[in-house]
């Protein structure tokens, strides 16, 4: 099985984390910090430009530079059978 890793910046420290992705949407994505036992995750979420996209694990905030529509653009080529809501 093959895990997805993207790359996200400590704020505090300018830091750089490769980190497993749990789940990608375009409104929220969760990600893994850590292995094993000791490993969390955490939620990120769009800021308010769309930008880049914002979350908090042990009161460090960590950022994920890319906006919405390149996550969107990331999910259609990985999956393209995934196209969003159908209509009626």
């Known amino acids: 099985m093959h895990d997805e890793k993207i790359r996200v ?3 505090a420290t300018g830091q750089t984390l490769d980190v497993v992705v749990f789940s990608k949407r375009p409104e929220v ?3 893994v910090l ?3 036992v000791h490993s969390m995750r ?3 979420t769009p ?3 769309g930008l880049a996209y914002a979350g908090s ?3 460090r ?3 994920y530079e890319r ?3 390149q996550v969107r653009a990331d999910i259609e080529k990985l999956n393209p059978a995934v196209r969003g809501p159908r209509t009626r």
């Open 34 to 36: 850590g292995e094993g």
């Open 57 to 59: 694990a042990l009161g």
């Open 47 to 49: 800021t308010r430009n």
């Open 61 to 63: 905030e960590i950022v």
């Open 67 to 69: 906006s919405q529509a």
């Open 9 to 11: 910046r400590v704020t």
């Open 42 to 44: 955490c939620s990120l």
């Open 29 to 31: 994505s969760t990600v």
